[in-house]
C-alpha cells in the first residue's frame, strides 16, 4: 500500500466531504452558516445602504463599523454580535480592520469567499420575508388541524 503526504490526504478529504456523514467537518460549518445572525450580518455587509424596513438587501458590498451592526441587527446582544463576527473572521469569510483613532474605529467586510455566500445569504433572507404571510398562514392550519 501506498503511503501519502499530507497534502494528499488533505486533496482525498476533500473530494470525500458528506454533509449527511456525521463525521464530516462540513457539518460544523452548516452549523455556523445556518444561525440567524451570520445570515443578517452577511447580507448586511452586502448591502451599500442604509436599510429600510420592507427594503431588499441590495447593492454593493460595504464595510460596516461594529456600532452599526449592533444598531441594524435588532435584538442581537453585544456578546453574540462579537462572537459571530470572531467566528466569521476565524472562517476567513470577513475581515476586521482597526483603525487607531480616538475612540478607536473597527470595520468589518466580506472577503472573496464572504462575497461567494453573500448572495445566497441574501436570498434566503428575502425568501423569509416574502413568504412569511405564507408560513404564518401554514402554521395557524395546522395548529387548528393538530390542537
Known sequence: MAT????Q???QAKVEYDAFLAVCPSRKLLDRLSDKWVTLILAALGSDSAHQPGTDCAGEPRSMRYSELLRLLAGVSQKMLTQTLRSLERDGLITRTVTPTVPVTV???????GLSLHEMMRG???WAEMHMDDVLANRETYDTRVA
Open 124 to 126: 434566503l433572507k428575502t
Open 9 to 11: 490526504q488533505r486533496a
Open 4 to 7: 501519502m503526504t499530507a497534502a
Open 107 to 113: 470595520t468589518y467586510e466580506l472577503t472573496d469567499l
